[in-house]
């Protein structure tokens, strides 16, 4: 019997149900919200398909690739900034064409709620000459799913399907379906078509262009290009989450919503804007659609009125257009709550021993950025994926040794798998002399503790290799590798004294797993007040389990506390005290 269930759903939730249902085979990803869950969600379904994380994002690609040319349908997953990473492959596939469709799911973050910049996907997808659709909410992020393979096998196209944080993290209803057998396509040895030297890009350029042009044609009749005809003196163009906030602030307006923003179709976009007394264009970010109408004579109002920052919404579409004065909505005055690392968090400890030494660290991405804030205050730089040791480097190499034995770059155990390696690999073949810390928490924390290359367990949950960290640093030709309990601040301290002094290049691997996975048995602390100096020693490192009563002394919160012990080995007055062993 066909499922037809209808259920509540989160977009990403949405996304996978719609990859199963179009008959994937194969998927491959690096997690990134907002897109990590669209993979969590997706291995459910692992008896029908194979899921992975890989390394990185374009690893991921060309994963995805490669099934594709095999035959099979499949997908690539990430954010917005790991697009960057697979421009490589992105950019050269767009030319191959597919065998089996080919999506590339590419997750934006207007707001930057979790990342360092606002780009906007659709003007990268432009660039590389790729189709884009973008769906409004959770059913449709399903049915799009399905459609963009149909449409990447009909006009030999990769794909990049465009999703927000609004849409992957909102629920919707979404109907189910039973999953499609799609038969796996021959594969053809096609030498002019795959390999992209020179003389064969350059035929293929000229294809992909007269694809283009097809799939733009064919925008005008495509049903996810929809017009809903109303009140003439408003009309709106628009795509994704921004259409929710149109029809919720201009309920009379006609609309032209559009599911694929790449190529646009310009005779319907033509035709609508001549019905229409005031067109406006109600886009996220970039003016990717606007200047394209724009361009085409069409007149329109957009970014003169519309920000190119952040999230919109209903009330800003009515202060906007309608000229309505919309109050803003006044909060309890709360005390402000910066963002800080959790209880136990082994970083702390990092932190607490390199603003001790009075050292800068180069950063990366990950919950280590969070040693920028006070009371740590220790990372001065955090950019992209990777950056973190390059950046070391490139102060050597414009300030000399002495200047960098101030300094360390950090970086995460996921992190430097993604593209840390190649970073570390440039600092021995150029002869740098910095010091590397590797801050191993076993998994990939900040995007929710997904398993690496290091972790030994595959997204399936199939046991793995675990790649031996220290081991691969010392493949790489580096002589000083040295692996330190992170809580253990007394070896962690004289190991960076030590490291930082030599002109050769070093790792320190502090090891320690995310608390967030500790399970069972924890040792419990308990301060006395009797015994308390109110020096503040125990507050240096700035975790929350630690506060001070009315008289200064110090007291813990036993709810908040994880055990890691970090203020009992600051304390000089055995004023913090192990308790127990106890069920937490």
């Known amino acids: 019997m066909a499922d037809k269930r209808k259920v509540i759903m989160l977009g990403n939730e949405a996304i996978a149900r719609g990859a199963y249902e179009a008959g994937v085979k194969v998927s491959a990803a690096y997690p990134g919200t907002p897109s990590t869950e669209i993979s969590e969600y997706l291995v459910q379904y692992k008896d029908d398909l194979y899921c992975e994380w890989s390394p990185n994002e374009k690893v991921a690609t060309e994963v995805a690739v490669g099934a594709s040319l095999a035959g099979t349908r499949a997908m690539a997953c990430m954010k917005h900034v790991g697009f960057n990473v697979a421009a490589d492959p992105a950019y050269s596939v767009s030319y191959m064409g597919v065998n089996g469709g080919l999506v590339i799911v590419v997750a934006d973050d207007p707001g930057l709620y979790s990342s360092q910049n606002e780009q906007d996907t659709r003007m990268v997808a432009r660039a590389a000459q790729l189709p884009v659709l973008e769906p409004s909410d959770s059913a449709e992020a399903?049915?799009?799913?399905?459609?963009?393979?149909?449409?990447?096998?009909?006009?030999?196209?990769?794909?990049?399907?465009?999703?927000?944080?609004?849409?992957?993290?909102?629920?919707?209803?979404?109907e189910l379906a039973d999953r499609r057998d799609i038969p796996d396509k021959e594969y053809e040895k096609n030498i002019r078509k795959n390999v992209m030297m020179p003389v064969n890009a350059k035929a293929r350029h000229v294809e992909i262009e007269k694809r283009n042009l097809e799939l733009a044609e064919a925008a005008n009749t495509l049903s996810i290009n929809t017009v809903e005809m109303k009140d003439p003196k408003i009309g709106?163009?628009?795509?994704?989450?921004?259409?929710?906030?149109?029809?919720?602030?201009?309920?009379?307006?006609?609309?032209?919503?559009?599911?694929?923003?790449?190529?646009?179709?310009?005779?319907?976009?033509?035709?609508?804007a001549a019905k229409v007394d005031t067109l406006y264009i109600v886009e996220e970010l970039d003016p990717v659609i606007e200047e394209q109408v724009k361009s085409w004579g069409v007149k329109a109002v957009g970014k003169e009125i519309f920000t190119v920052q952040g999230e919109y919404s209903a009330n800003m579409l009515r202060e906007?257009?309608?000229?309505?004065?919309?109050?803003?909505?006044?909060?309890?005055?709360?005390?402000?709550?910066?963002?800080?690392?959790?209880?136990?968090?082994?970083h702390r400890s990092v932190y607490y021993v390199l603003n001790k030494l009075k050292l800068?660290?180069?950063?990366?991405?990950?919950?280590?950025?969070?040693?920028?804030?006070?009371?740590?205050?220790?990372?001065?730089?955090?950019?992209?994926?990777?950056?973190?040791?390059?950046?070391?480097?490139?102060?050597?190499?414009?300030?000399?040794?002495?200047?960098?034995?101030?300094?360390?770059?950090?970086?995460?155990?996921?992190?430097?798998?993604?593209?840390?390696?190649?970073?570390?690999?440039?600092?021995?073949?150029?002869?740098?002399?910095?010091?590397?810390?590797?801050?191993?928490?076993s998994t990939t924390g900040m995007t929710g503790h997904q398993d690496h290359a290091a972790t030994g367990k595959t997204l399936q949950g199939d046991p793995a290799y675990a790649i031996d960290i220290s081991a691969l640093c010392r493949a790489l030709g580096i002589q000083n590798v040295r692996e330190v309990n992170a809580f253990d601040i007394r070896t962690l301290e004289q190991a960076v004294k030590e490291e930082t002094a030599k002109n050769e290049v070093s790792v320190i691997i502090a090891k320690s797993p995310?608390?967030?996975?500790?399970?069972?048995?924890?040792?419990?602390?308990?301060?006395?007040?009797?015994?308390?100096?109110?020096?503040?020693?125990?507050?240096?490192?700035?975790?929350?389990?630690?506060?001070?009563?009315?008289?200064?002394?110090?007291?813990?919160?036993?709810?908040?506390?994880?055990?890691?012990?970090?203020?009992?080995s600051l304390c000089k007055f055995d004023a913090i005290e192990l308790v127990k062993e106890g069920d937490r």
């Open 142 to 174: 399903k049915e799009y799913m399905k459609l963009a393979f149909e449409l990447s096998e009909q006009y030999d196209r990769p794909f990049v399907y465009r999703t927000t944080t609004r849409l992957a993290h909102s629920q919707g209803l979404v």
């Open 514 to 568: 995310c608390v967030l996975l500790t399970k069972g048995k924890k040792p419990m602390y308990r301060a006395h007040a009797d015994k308390c100096k109110k020096c503040g020693m125990c507050m240096k490192p700035g975790c929350p389990a630690m506060t001070r009563n009315e008289d200064g002394t110090i007291r813990i919160d036993d709810t908040m506390c994880t055990g890691c012990g970090l203020c009992e």
């Open 236 to 272: 709106v163009i628009t795509s994704g989450i921004p259409y929710q906030y149109v029809k919720e602030a201009l309920p009379d307006a006609s609309v032209l919503k559009l599911g694929m923003v790449n190529p646009l179709p310009r005779k319907l976009i033509q035709d609508f």
């Open 320 to 346: 906007k257009i309608l000229k309505e004065e919309v109050g803003a909505a006044k909060a309890e005055e709360v005390p402000g709550r910066p963002p800080i690392l959790c209880p136990g968090c082994p």
């Open 360 to 441: 800068h660290a180069a950063g990366d991405i990950g919950c280590y950025t969070l040693g920028a804030v006070p009371p740590l205050s220790v990372v001065d730089t955090t950019m992209c994926m990777g950056s973190s040791i390059s950046t070391l480097h490139g102060m050597e190499k414009a300030k000399g040794r002495e200047y960098v034995k101030n300094w360390v770059a950090v970086i995460g155990d996921s992190t430097f798998l993604h593209t840390g390696v190649n970073s570390l690999m440039n600092m021995v073949y150029n002869n740098a002399s910095g010091t590397v810390m590797i801050l191993d928490n």
